[in-house]
């Protein structure tokens, strides 16, 4: 069973930066696909970006170039680093994955939906921007 557990939230000014975490443990897969989602008060969860195996990554347009996806394979762990951060940035932030899956084959939709296709998640962390 794979456990996935988020850090890193917190509250910040807008323009400011935050950098979230998703350690891994139990058993871990070598094809996933990895992604961030938020959701926030009174709206659906949507895609924030994902990464898979090979490293190729994908964004939401409202975060692609403010946002950075990365990950640590020797620590299990992946990133999320949002810089220049606005008030409609403030979601609580799920880290999740799909393993045997490619983030950009035909199974995994579009990055907005791709939650649906995710069956491992973390409890969530709360990123709260104030303007």
């Known amino acids: 069973q794979l456990q996935l557990v988020e850090s890193g939230g917190g509250s910040v000014q807008a323009g400011g930066s935050l950098r979230l975490s998703c350690a891994a443990s139990?058993?871990?897969?070598?094809?996933?696909?990895m992604g961030w989602f938020r959701q926030a008060p009174g709206k659906t969860r949507e895609g924030v970006a994902t990464?898979?195996?090979?490293?190729?990554?994908s964004y939401a347009d409202s975060v692609k170039g403010r946002f950075t996806i990365s990950q640590d394979n020797a620590k299990y762990t992946m990133y999320l680093q949002m810089n220049s951060l606005k008030s409609e940035d403030t979601a609580m932030y799920y880290c999740?994955?799909?393993?045997?899956?490619?983030?950009?084959?035909?199974?995994?939709?579009?990055?907005?939906?791709?939650?649906?296709?995710?069956?491992?998640w973390g409890q969530g962390t709360q990123g709260t921007v104030s303007s």
């Open positions: 990464i898979d195996n090979d490293g190729i990554t």
């Open positions: 999740a994955e799909e393993p045997w899956m490619s983030c950009s084959g035909p199974t995994a939709g579009p990055l907005i939906n791709r939650w649906s296709r995710m069956r491992y």
């Open positions: 139990g058993y871990t897969y070598s094809k996933y696909c």
